[in-house]
């Protein structure tokens, strides 16, 4: 819900006074230090508040590089090339993750997220000519343009169910894993496995909205969705 409502907000403001790359600095730098923090909390209620402020402030990042790479490329069908690298560095971290836990316990994967994102950080400050389209009117009258286009709004349906779903799975598959007696490796690996579909499927993408139009792909993976979360509840 906070990354719900904190990826719109941010990405206006951004898109507004056209600082993308202040933005993605200022969220990223306060998003390492909470979680640094993280590390060295030793209660529950305030590792608690860390990282619902970390919800708020990590997941604009993503959809702000998101929008500045579909600004730079000419066929926006395209952006699954590029979006299929970050699933890669997901699959390949996911099982070393895993190994990290069993052997050295969770602190130790919050250390390499944190030099992960120092690296990202450095990344960022390179970039040069960060820009997308410039914001017109206001959030209330964004939301209202949605609301009135029955097109939009059936998009961005079709989004918050997906949305749902992904993190029904990204929450509870662990825990059910867990339950099952599987190892965190075994958690990594299933990540590592997702990522091996996923990145095919983004090389793809573009070709396969060409050919069933993006309603048809919505329909599909929705399907294809609804049939995970029940083979899932088996």
């Known amino acids: 819900i906070l990354g719900f409502v904190s990826m719109p907000v941010f990405g206006f403001i951004s898109d507004k006074l056209q600082a993308h790359k202040t933005m993605l600095l200022m969220l990223t730098c306060i998003t390492l230090v909470l979680r640094a923090f993280i590390i060295f909390s030793t209660s529950i209620s305030r590792a608690s508040l860390l990282i619902l402020a970390t919800e708020i402030t990590s ?59 120092f690296l990202v950080i450095l990344t960022i400050a390179r970039f040069r000519g960060v820009r997308s389209s410039t914001a017109k009117g206001s959030l209330a009258s964004a939301v209202q343009c ?70 048809g792909v919505l329909s599909l993976v929705l399907l294809l969705m609804t049939c995970r979360l029940a083979f899932y509840a088996l």
């Not at 749902?164 to 490796?185: C, E, N, V």
């Open 146 to 215: 949605i609301c009135a286009d029955w097109t939009t709004l059936n998009v961005t349906l079709c989004a918050l169910v997906m949305g749902q779903a992904f993190g029904a799975i990204g929450t509870f598959l662990f825990l059910q894993l867990q339950d099952m007696g599987g190892s965190p490796l075994l958690m990594g690996l299933s990540l590592a496995v997702n990522s091996a579909v996923e990145a095919p499927m983004f090389r793809l993408a573009g070709p396969t909205i060409r050919w069933l139009r993006l309603p």
């Open 59 to 117: 997941h604009p990042i993503g959809s702000i590089i998101d929008s500045t790479v579909l600004d730079r490329i000419e066929d926006p069908l395209e952006f699954g090339r590029s979006r299929m690298w970050g699933t890669i560095g997901w699959g390949l971290v996911a099982p070393a993750a895993g190994v990290a836990i069993s052997r050295y316990g969770i602190k130790s994967t919050v250390a390499i997220h944190l030099i992960g994102y």
